[in-house]
């Protein structure tokens, strides 16, 4: 049997591989999508745009009610709070961005994606939509976000759900950490293929059987918005540098608003183990596990959690009621004690005045 030569199995093999990179050339994630051709297939009804900083942000605002600020997680984008907003939007002003770097919204024109910024950021969106207090929720880099916010302005946080939220050291899930590899994340700015965002969901969501199509669709098709990608190399580079920072998780402890805990049992990204550390910082702190559940319970279990949320919220809004209730009443019981004993005082000085003349 006669070998192939070495320039013709070369020729073969550069055959092939252009042969099946044409195949599977809207597979391989190398073409960006246009931001009209996203716009017109994941905008909202809801959809509105507002100007911060030369960038146009993404957001949906619906309900009536208590005002919740929804932050996403990494790679993620505001349709992940599809099932929420179903839910609690006859109980809440539901409003949900499309953080910077992800969904629509995509890059921030000076390119800068620190925790500051993101903070920052989250300050001129609530400022431009006249916000002065809401309930903040954050998954996962949203819930690092919301925490952050939490503690530099207090005064216009609420209350805070904080979902599977970054905080503490861990091991960066593996296909993040491609994006943040010196080599790999020019790659990966260039080049994210479709099945890479199959087993990422596969990673983050606990039964992987409720992964769709659509699902991956949505992932795959966002990531691809011009400037996406490259926002995402760099944001990987803050996460690991803020991961290697001890200070950013003792800041934990300095936490004051009133927060509600809800974490998967399964999140492979972020372990249910941190549970305790939050505990431990946040003696306070309520918290929920969800059994079989993995990063996203917003989006794996948006019934659910949703409900244990309102709850939440409605027994926290009793609990203040009740302290409002009896504010109240303990001034009126001060203030009329108070006037009887300046009465009683009047009376003596009247009669003693009597009794002098």
């Known amino acids: 049997m006669k070998l192939p030569k070495p320039k013709m199995a070369i020729w073969g093999l550069l055959f092939a591989a252009v042969f099946l990179g044409l195949y599977f050339f809207d597979e391989l994630g190398i073409r960006e999508i246009p931001l009209p051709v996203l716009q017109q297939k994941y905008e909202k009804p809801e959809s509105k745009y507002v100007a911060i900083d030369g960038t146009l942000v993404h957001y949906c605002d619906q309900g009536r009610g208590p005002t919740l ?21 006859g109980h809440y002003r539901i409003i949900r961005p499309d953080l910077p770097g992800f969904g629509l919204t995509g890059p921030l024109q000076q390119g800068e994606y620190s925790k ?38 207090p005064e216009k946080v609420q209350r ?4 599977d939220p970054a905080g503490y050291p861990l091991s960066i899930p593996y296909p993040l950490k491609i994006a943040g590899m010196p080599v790999a994340k020019h790659i990966a700015a260039l080049i994210t293929p479709r099945f890479m965002f199959q087993l990422s969901l596969q990673q983050v969501l606990g039964d992987s059987r409720k992964i769709t199509p659509e699902m991956v669709d949505r992932f795959y098709e966002l990531n691809l918005r011009p ?24 800041a934990i402890a300095g936490i004051r608003t009133p927060t509600l805990l809800l974490w998967g049992e399964k999140d492979r990204w972020i372990p249910v183990s941190q549970v305790q550390l939050w505990q431990q910082d946040l ?7 969800y059994q079989g559940v ?34 109240v009443f303990r001034i009126v019981v001060v203030g009329a004690g108070c006037f009887l004993l300046g009465l009683l005082s009047w009376y003596q000085f009247s009669r003693r005045k009597k009794i002098k003349e």
Do not use: C
Request: aromatic fraction near 8%; glycine fraction near 8%.
């Open 294 to 327: 993995g990063h996203v319970p917003q989006m794996e279990i948006p019934g659910r959690s949703a409900a244990d949320v309102h709850q939440w919220l409605m027994s926290a809004g009793s609990e203040e009621k009740q302290a409002t209730a009896y504010n």
């Open 69 to 89: 600020v929804l932050l996403h997680g990494i790679a993620d984008a505001l349709q992940t709070w599809d099932g929420w907003a179903a839910a609690l939007a």
């Open 227 to 250: 400037g996406n990608r490259t926002a995402l190399t760099v944001i990987m580079d803050n996460l690991q540098q803020l991961n290697a920072d001890p200070a950013f998780s003792k």
């Open 116 to 153: 500051e910024s993101y903070v920052r950021f989250l300050d001129q969106f609530m400022t431009k939509l006249k916000l002065s207090k809401v309930i903040l929720v954050g998954n996962s880099l949203g819930g690092a976000i919301a925490w952050n916010y939490a503690l530099q302005f």
């Open 160 to 163: 805070m759900i904080l979902i």
């Open 283 to 289: 003696p306070g702190i309520q918290t929920i596990v």
